[in-house]
């Protein structure tokens, strides 16, 4: 999770100074569904700010998202969720 960290780092800094396309997701598998199906309306960076968050509460993310028009076949979404869950989980927090 190393890396990670750094990007939460950059993002704590200067959230509005990061780019679009200038955070990267962790590798992991299901990276390119994740980074493919979270950035058509919005940043990645909305994703990594919500890092964090329990199983349950990605949960409510993704319907969250689908309320606003997110599309993902039922195994898609269990990738999505299987990843969010992996590298932004818990375990992820970002420093503050
Ligand atoms: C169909 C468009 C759309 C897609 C696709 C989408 N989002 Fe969002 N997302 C939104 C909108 C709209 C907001 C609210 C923006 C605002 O409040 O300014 C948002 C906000 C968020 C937030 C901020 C917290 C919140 O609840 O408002 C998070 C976290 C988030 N999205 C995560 C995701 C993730 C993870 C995915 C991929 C599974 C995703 N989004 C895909 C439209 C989308």
């Known amino acids: 999770m190393r890396k990670a960290k750094m990007i939460f780092g950059v993002i704590g800094a200067g959230f509005l100074s990061v780019g679009a396309g200038a955070v990267e997701l962790p590798a992991g598998p299901n990276k390119d569904v994740v980074a493919r199906a979270c950035s058509s309306c919005h940043d990645l960076d909305m994703v990594f700010d919500a890092a964090g968050q329990t199983r349950e509460g990605w949960n409510g993310t ?27 989980g818990p375990d992820a927090k970002k420093p503050r």
């Open 62 to 88: 993704i319907e969250e998202m689908t309320g606003y028009g997110l599309q993902l076949s039922p195994s898609e979404r269990a990738q999505v969720l299987e990843y969010l869950t992996s590298f932004l």
